[in-house]
């Protein structure tokens, strides 16, 4: 993938566009001895790195300089997680503020599918993780039988398919995307900036809204790239992800992946399930 990589600190202030909008510092937080402890970023974990300005405005830049987004159009709220998606994939030049979470764990509820459990349960007291059967994975890959069967939230399954044209703005702290990924898909000038994508973030206390999808590997993706042109991700946070974080597929033609830049963003592997015992997710 054609992509400016940056640090990825968590403990400096970010100032992000369309009226200069900044998360709060917040020191990067060491990791706990204990399962029950894991943290994970919270909205308001702070990505790091200087980003270009312009008259006190961020700018994209690298691969990504031409980036405009939804240029000039009205920012504006969507007032639920409907009006999010429909915003997100009509033909309409966008600039989408959001500003809280927006919960996608339930609104497609569960599906079920066949799985395995190709690794050793973990002697240190951390969980392992279950694999979905994506594709013959279990038999293929791992020469397992998948004899298992497993929950699935179906939110996590099925991303967000992103139009050209779209700035998605991050205000303040807590701007999450909860149980949900975008995909990019042969569309071109697109920004996310200030976005927390996570299957659950550990604020949010209700354990029949967590998504169990984390558990599990293929348990969705949060951000794919697939013969996307002229993009800029910046000062995003990824954590809880049920398989990668970003994904860039594409090798040639109108499928790669042409003048993207990630930039300052953070990427949490921190997890209670884990394929090595490590608390850590494998996959990234």
Known sequence: MLADIFPKSVN???TINHGMYGRSPQ???ARPPGTNQIKNPSPGAQPGGKTPSKDGKPVPFGFGA???GGGNAIPQTPKNIAELQAWLTDKVPRVILINRVYDF????GNVTAAACQPWKPCPNGLQVQTAKNYKDWCSREKKVASNLQIS???????PIKVSSHKTLLGVGAK??????GLILYKVQNVIVQNVHITWHEHQVIKPFNISNNAQQVWGGDALTLQGARNIWIDHCSFSNIGRQMI????KS???ANVGVTISNNLFSGKTQWSSRCNCENSEN
């Not at 699935?152 to 099925?158: G, V």
């Not at 994904?247 to 594409?250: I, T, Y």
């Open 247 to 250: 994904v860039s597929h594409g």
């Open 253 to 255: 033609g109108d499928e």
């Open 105 to 108: 764990t339930t609104s497609s």
């Open 66 to 68: 031409k980036v405009t």
């Open 175 to 180: 701007a999450v995307l909860k149980g949900k």
């Open 152 to 158: 699935l939230q179906a939110s996590a399954l099925d």
């Open 27 to 29: 020191a990067p937080t």
């Open 12 to 14: 400096a202030l970010s």
